[in-house]
């Protein structure tokens, strides 16, 4: 947050256990990704000195969440941590069934276990990438209908998230009986982080409600979407955050989720739904792989972590921080002439690297070449999200993706404004030399999910 008439942002917190980060030098840096075969997944976290490949359970727990920890109780069935959990939940999104699992995509394989298969149809305002995989892996189909401006990078909706309900209501009157469930992601986070309205979730739910259609949340970033709500929609600037929560949920019918984004957790995730035979075909599944269902997965201690983290993740001081800081690094970028996408989301910047290096060719990754030279510069890590990602079609063949953007993703409470600063002064320095930066070659890659493990070769 930003004390009135001051620039600066003061973390709402200060620090108690301290982790030390390792210098190390750009000669260092350079063997260490060559080593690496250029690809940012293979650099050991040690060689890295600012971390943004995700924001997933890479943030920092408060001094409450470890005293919480202390108080786990490793009971295998009914534990009093358990229902800590499923209380802080409920507290927040009051359904009936809470169904813990070890991470979100737990929860997917779950829920599309039971509701998926071959003719299936999902509409989603933009699957998250294991979130399409669980879905086609039961041999249905998962559709993308985000609104227009939603697709296009310098669009300023305020709500880019929102789903096109019109295209929703004409795939409904097509395919209603294909449909199992609507899905909804809060916040958008495959199209750069943006959230989804109020107004644009009740007119979700009234389509569902005219075809007797189930809506879920992926609620990965609820908090940071109701904070969105509350800074930039109608009438929602005066109230309490959990209490925009609490309609965001009371919409819907049920939610998977990963605990490793805003509820503050380092591991963790559950499905929660209102349907008590769905619930119960739900408990059958979670059995086979994740465990009892009172524990599902985690251990009495990360439950209790997940219950004070949700209690944390909706308080408004941290929150008006959380925006403004990953808004502060996407305002100074632009400054220095790093095109971005905008307006910035909630947890991460997504650099458009296409655009910083015109003269690399899509299937040259330019992604990939703004990647390690941040890297290189200053021992960024971050993360391509572009032709390297998306470009291998199943049929062997290769196109540019749509995007060949960068990501920043800012983990929780764990990096300081002078960190940020740091990062805006290594995108200057790459900024600067944006034209003596060359494309890459893939050496090496696997079948699927290329982007972990190929290994690439600078171009001369
Ligand atoms: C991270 C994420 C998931 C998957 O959660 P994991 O805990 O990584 O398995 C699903 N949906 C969205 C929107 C996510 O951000």
């Known amino acids: 947050m930003t004390e009135p008439g001051f620039r600066t942002i003061i973390e709402p917190f200060r620090i108690h256990s301290v982790e030390p980060l390792r210098m190390t030098t750009r000669a260092e840096r350079e063997v260490a990704v060559a080593k690496a075969g250029y690809n940012l ?52 999104f009051p359904f009936e069934h809470v169904i813990p699992t070890h991470q979100g995509r737990a929860a997917e394989k779950i829920i599309f276990g039971v509701l998926g298969g071959p003719g299936k149809l999902v509409p989603n305002n933009t699957h998250f990438d294991t979130t399409r995989a669980n879905v086609e892996f039961t041999g249905a189909e998962a559709v993308d209908l985000v609104i227009a401006e939603g697709r296009d990078p310098r669009s300023q909706h305020p709500f880019k998230g929102n789903m096109d ?28 982080g943006q959230p989804v309205s109020l107004a644009n979730l009740r007119a979700v739910r009234e389509v569902c409600d005219r075809y007797g259609k189930l809506l879920f949340l992926d609620a990965c970033r609820f908090a940071e979407n109701a904070w969105f709500i509350h800074e930039r929609e109608d009438g929602q600037a005066g109230r309490e955050v959990a209490d925009i929560v609490h309609d965001i949920a009371s919409l819907a019918d049920g939610m998977t989720m990963s605990a490793k984004k805003d509820p503050m957790g380092n591991i963790g995730g559950w499905l929660a739904m209102n349907d008590d035979e769905l619930a119960s075909q739900c408990r059958s599944l979670l059995i086979l792989t994740e465990g009892f269902p009172t524990y599902g997965g985690l251990a009495g201690r990360d439950l209790e972590a997940l219950a004070q983290g949700l209690t944390e993740a909706v308080d408004h001081d941290y929150l008006r921080y ?26 991460a910047v997504y650099l458009d690297a296409r655009a910083l290096l015109p003269h690399i060719d899509p299937l040259h990754y330019p992604g990939q070449a703004l990647a390690i030279a941040l890297y290189e510069a200053g021992g960024v890590r971050s993360c391509e999200i572009g032709t390297v990602m998306f470009g291998r079609r199943p049929d062997g063949s290769e196109v540019p993706a749509p995007l060949d953007l960068v990501r920043l993703a800012i983990p929780r409470r764990t990096y300081t404004q002078s960190h940020i600063d740091y990062v805006i002064e290594v995108c200057e320095q790459v900024v600067a030399a944006a034209g003596d930066l060359r494309g890459y070659r893939i050496i090496d890659e696997p079948p699927a999910l290329r982007h972990f493990t190929a290994t690439f070769e600078p171009l001369r």
């Open 322 to 347: 959380r925006i403004t800081s990953t808004a502060y690094l996407g305002d100074a970028l632009q400054r220095v002439g790093m095109p971005i996408l905008s307006p910035t989301g909630g947890h």
């Open 165 to 192: 309900v019109e295209a929703l209501q004409a795939l409904l009157a097509e395919r209603a009986d294909d449909v199992p469930v609507v899905f909804m992601t809060i916040t958008n986070n495959s199209g750069g």
């Open 41 to 92: 997944f293979q650099v050991d976290a040690q060689d890295v000195l600012i971390d943004l490949l995700t924001d997933s359970g890479t943030g920092a727990m408060s001094r409450d969440q470890w005293a919480a920890i202390q108080r786990g109780d490793e009971s295998y069935a009914g534990s009093p941590s358990y229902f800590r959990f499923r209380d802080a939940v409920r507290a927040l």
